[in-house]
């Protein structure tokens, strides 16, 4: 049975090959790990076929079984390496049974992605959660209890670009935004319920022009200038604080906040 099944797999092989340039290309591979402006975290996993299996398909089968499992396990570690708020990571917080236990059952609520079949019978997976879905983990608390702005305040921005270039900032699950004296004026407070599942409290990209690409900050968003970081925490200056002030920051509730690095 076994050399039966590598004759099948080579076949499938031979077959693949013979496909030559009509064959559809493969989709390009997604780096593991975090992956702050699309806001998910990803992992990859491998599965050699079972050879002891009766058929090829069973066979097949096996190496998906693996490939998931494989792939589950690394999205844990991935999970673990996430930075919180920029002093603590999540392997810290799951050192708590019920944190551990809430992340666990959220990993396994995984999302495939991508699968990959090699002429060898092997398979790879790519599976990923969403970010927003550990932040309600960490702060399960979905009371709004931080104000998000004027209701007679300016309307014409629908979300906010936050330049924090050329400061050393950590991208992590609850940046805050302070204002000139320390007080918060943006945290995960802020955010719905909804937006606490669905969105986060920020997305972080490379440049401006990938921020205003961003449908995370809508298509007139405001651009404000960060002057101090500490870890997740992004200062503004004075003049910048009161132009956020002086807005309606409604969009802040949905969590529309990009951050651009670098």
Same mark, same amino acid.
């Given at each position: ?64 079984? %693996?490939? /998931? @499992? =494989? ?6 570690? +991935?999970?673990?390496? #996430? ?48 970010? %927003?879905? /550990? @932040? =309600? ?6 009371? +709004?209890?931080?104000? #998000?702005?004027?209701?007679d305040g300016d309307k014409s921005a629908t979300g906010l670009v936050i330049d924090a270039r050329g400061l050393k900032v950590t991208p992590s699950l609850m940046p805050r935004l302070l204002d000139e004296g ?48 500490s870890g997740a925490d992004l200062q503004l200056a004075p003049e910048d604080a009161k132009k956020l002030a002086a807005l309606n920051t409604a969009f802040l509730a949905d969590g529309k906040v990009v951050i651009?690095?670098?």
């Open positions: 049975m076994k050399r039966l099944i590598l004759a099948v797999l080579a076949c499938v092989s031979l077959s693949v090959a013979a496909q030559g340039k009509d064959a559809k290309p493969a989709e390009p591979k997604a780096q593991p790990g975090v992956n702050w402006a699309g806001q998910v975290v990803r992992a990859t996993g491998q599965g050699a076929p079972d050879l002891k299996a009766q058929t090829p398909a069973h066979a097949r089968l096996g190496a998906e079984r %693996a490939a /998931l @499992s =494989d792939a589950l396990r690394n999205l844990l570690g +991935q999970v673990k390496g #996430v930075s919180v708020d920029g002093t603590k990571k999540m392997g810290d917080l799951m050192e708590k049974d019920e944190v551990r236990t809430r992340v666990e059952g959220l990993v396994r609520g995984y999302k495939i992605v991508n699968r990959r079949y090699f002429s060898d019978g092997g398979v790879e997976v790519e599976i990923e959660v969403p970010l %927003a879905l /550990l @932040s =309600d983990v960490v702060d399960p608390d979905t009371t +709004q209890m931080l104000a #998000v702005g004027k209701p320390g007080k918060a004026v943006y945290s995960i407070d802020s955010l719905s319920a909804d937006a606490r599942k669905q969105s986060g409290v920020a997305s972080y990209v490379q440049s401006l022009e990938d921020a205003n690409k961003s449908l995370k900050a809508g298509e007139k968003p405001i651009v404000l200038k960060a002057a101090k970081v651009v690095l670098n």
